[in-house]
T-cell receptor, first 113, second 117 residues
Framework: AQSVTQLGSHVSVSEGALVLLRCNYSSSVPPYLFWYVQYPNQGLQLLLKYTTGATLVKGINGFEAEFKKSETSFHLTKPSAHMSDAAEYFCAVSPTSGSRLTFGEGTQLTVNP | GAVVSQHPSWVICKSGTSVKIECRSLDFQATTMFWYRQFPKQSLMLMATSNEGSKATYEQGVEKDKFLINHASLTLSTLTVTSAHPEDSSFYIC?????????????FGQGTRLTVV
């Protein structure tokens, strides 16, 4: 079984500040890890994913995440927040690429001017 | 990237009626599609796995007779909410799995907002 925990249902940062969204997972097999962004009343857009190989993954819009097996974490970061980053972010895990996803509860990111 | 289209984007229906939601993979074939449901301010929960040419696999607690899934072709899966009630109001999102060139990847539709009045 797999599960995902996102610490902090709401995160608020100032424009230009560092964004850090936390994600911890539980998996009995080597996980595939994903971060998605969702804007109101829209579907999910893939930000980045970890499958194998390099543990630091770079995604779109300046986001990146680091897979830390010892900490069972996959935190999402962005050096400088933009107003357009305000959205809901979901961390997800799956046992293989393209299989069912188990999502975390989501983190609502607010960016203050 | 691959395109997955859901239709309609939003729908309002009366209690007791049925609503059909379509999920199409526009530029690839998908033998597997997933249907998720998202209640307001909550995460996405898998409802069922749709496999082309065979019966869908439902998650525990999801009524298969209420949420009818048909995956009759490699580019189309439909979810029909039968005898809808207000508690079925939710955001329904599908994803389609593309396999090829040694890679397997899931792509999401834009979602369907269902409101039952």
């Amino acid at each position: 079984a797999q599960s995902v925990t996102q610490l902090g249902s709401h995160v608020s940062v100032s424009e230009g500040a560092l964004v850090l969204l936390r994600c911890n997972y539980s998996s009995s097999v080597p996980p595939y890890l994903f971060w998605y962004v969702q804007y109101p009343n829209q579907g999910l857009q893939l930000l980045l994913k970890y499958t194998t190989g390099a543990t630091l993954v770079k995604g779109i819009n300046g986001f990146e995440a680091e897979f830390k097996k010892s900490e069972t974490s996959f935190h999402l970061t962005k050096p400088s927040a933009h107003m357009s980053d305000a959205a809901e972010y979901f961390c997800a895990v799956s046992p293989t690429s393209g299989s069912r996803l188990t999502f975390g509860e989501g983190t609502q990111l607010t960016v203050n001017p | 990237g691959a395109v997955v289209s859901q239709h309609p984007s939003w729908v309002i229906c009366k209690s007791g009626t049925s609503v059909k939601i379509e999920c199409r993979s526009l530029d690839f074939q998908a033998t597997t599609m997933f249907w998720y449901r998202q209640f307001p301010k909550q995460s996405l929960m898998l409802m069922a796995t749709s496999n082309e040419g065979s019966k869908a696999t439902y998650e525990q607690g999801v009524e298969k007779d209420k949420f009818l899934i048909n995956h009759a072709s490699l580019t189309l899966s439909t979810l029909t909410v039968t005898s809808a009630h207000p508690e079925d109001s939710s955001f329904y999102i599908c994803s389609a799995v593309r396999t090829g060139s040694g890679r397997t990847e899931a792509f999401f539709g834009q979602g369907t907002r269902l409101t039952v009045v």
